[in-house]
């Protein structure tokens, strides 16, 4: 079975300033996917970053960045330059070996950005 | 980029009676969509795999006969809350995955459904 762990229920961070969001998980996969979701009050998911067991080099898209520490087994994600509207909930999930779509879901951090 | 549409976005019902949500990939075809449960502040839990043409796969204790999933082409999921009660109230978010989308596969959310049972 696949875990997620998301220590930080809430995190403050002031604008313009980076945070990371931890995110470690638990898998007996080898070959498996890990995403970041973002979740305004609004309530839609917004795909972030994708980083893929195999992949060598750490994801990055834009603002976003993934620290990818395998053999820790943590995926923790970076954002650079906070804004306002980078307040939201952040969720981390993973997606098991084989292109299945079954995605299991951590319990999320809040963050707000702060003037 | 892919867009999931649902709908209605928000709905209020009174208790016993049922509530059906559509869930729709706008500009892509999908033979899977998901549906997922959101308690306040609380993470996503896996309701039930919808499969276009067969039955759907529920979690475990998911009650398939109260909420009935209907994936009747690719391109539309429903989820029907059957004699929905307060305790059913909830955000309901379904997802789906483009067939001609390569890696990392990633699924597509609709922007949600928040029920409320009377």
């Known amino acids: 079975a696949q875990k997620i762990t998301q220590t930080q229920p809430g995190m403050f961070v002031q604008e313009k300033e980076a945070v990371t969001l931890d995110c470690t998980y638990d898998?007996?996969?080898?070959?498996?996917?890990l995403f970041w979701y973002k979740q305004p009050s609004s309530g839609e998911m917004i795909f972030l970053i994708y980083q893929g067991s195999y992949d060598e080099q750490n994801a990055t898209e834009g603002r976003y960045s993934l620290n990818f520490q395998k053999a820790r087994k943590s995926a923790n994600l970076v954002i650079s330059a906070s804004q306002l509207g980078d307040s939201a909930m952040y969720f981390c999930a993973m997606r098991p070996p084989g292109g299945g779509n079954k995605l299991t879901f951590g319990t999320g951090t809040q963050l707000k950005v702060e003037l | 980029g892919a867009v999931v549409s649902q709908h209605p976005s928000r709905v209020i019902c009174k208790s016993g009676t049922s509530v059906k949500i559509e869930c729709r990939s706008l500009d892509f075809q999908a033979t899977t969509m998901f549906w997922y449960r959101q308690f306040p502040k609380q993470s996503l839990m896996l309701m039930a795999t919808?499969?276009?043409?067969?039955?759907?796969?529920?979690e475990q204790g998911v009650e398939k006969d109260k909420f009935l999933i209907n994936h009747a082409s690719l391109t539309l999921s429903t989820l029907t809350v059957t004699s929905a009660h307060p305790e059913d109230s909830s955000f309901y978010i379904c997802s789906a995955r483009d067939l001609e989308a390569g890696p990392p596969y990633e699924q597509y959310f609709g922007p949600g459904t928040r029920l409320t049972v009377t």
């Open positions: 898998t007996s996969d080898q070959s498996y996917g």
């Open positions: 919808s499969n276009e043409g067969s039955k759907a796969t529920y």
